[in-house]
């Protein structure tokens, strides 16, 4: 049995209304509408940097994930050295 | 029964009394100043000496925690992936405190020496819960 595929995606023969040409964007228009609304959101819009640095303390998170990891195995280490737990 | 079994059954019964000596237990001496609260378990994974010690008993808290140590560093290059020897010391640590008898001593997260009751002992905040 021969399968035909397509080798190759073409363009539609047709396009749809309005996809068939790039819109073109009149930045001269846009530009000037773009700065104005900035410079009237700029006062809303108030970012203070803390003034202590942000601390990540991953390694709590990792320490704690690892002493997970190792109980059961810990447990079963306590309970072959009796003698010294 | 016929005879075969029966010797089956002595021979398992002496192997389980064989077996129970084997099985290591606490020094004496180490089992009384547990109870005495001369020695208890600390966060880090290692017995501590409460209030003064003799020599006697600073010798067999060191020699226990000796023999802790090399069983962590063996058992942390073990895991897999390999962790750090503070690390199983620790998780260790939360274990052995969660163990304790009412009336032995352990270390609370703040460092300060506790009595064990039947309450659950305080534990550092990364603890694995309790089994």
Known sequence: MIRYELTRAGTLATTAPMMGARRTVRWARVLPLAALASATLGGCVNVTAPDKPIVIELNVNIRQEVIYRLAADADNTINENEDIF | ?131
């Open chain 2, 1 to 131: 029964m016929n005879r075969v079994s029966k010797m089956i059954a002595v021979a398992g019964l002496a192997v389980a009394v064989l077996a129970t000596p084997a099985m290591a237990q606490r020094d004496p001496a180490y089992e009384a100043a547990r109870a005495s609260g001369q020695v208890g378990e600390k966060m880090d994974g290692y017995l501590g000496v409460v209030g003064g010690a003799s020599s006697d008993l600073q010798r067999l808290v060191s020699d226990i925690n000796i023999k802790r140590r090399a069983l962590y560093s063996q058992r942390a290059q073990a895991a897999k992936p390999a962790v750090t020897l503070e690390e199983y010391a620790l998780t260790a640590g939360c274990i052995a405190i969660s163990r304790t008898q009412p009336g032995e001593k352990y270390q609370a997260p703040d460092g300060s020496w506790q009595t064990r009751t039947s309450a659950p002992p305080m534990r550092d905040s990364r603890c694995p819960a309790a089994q």
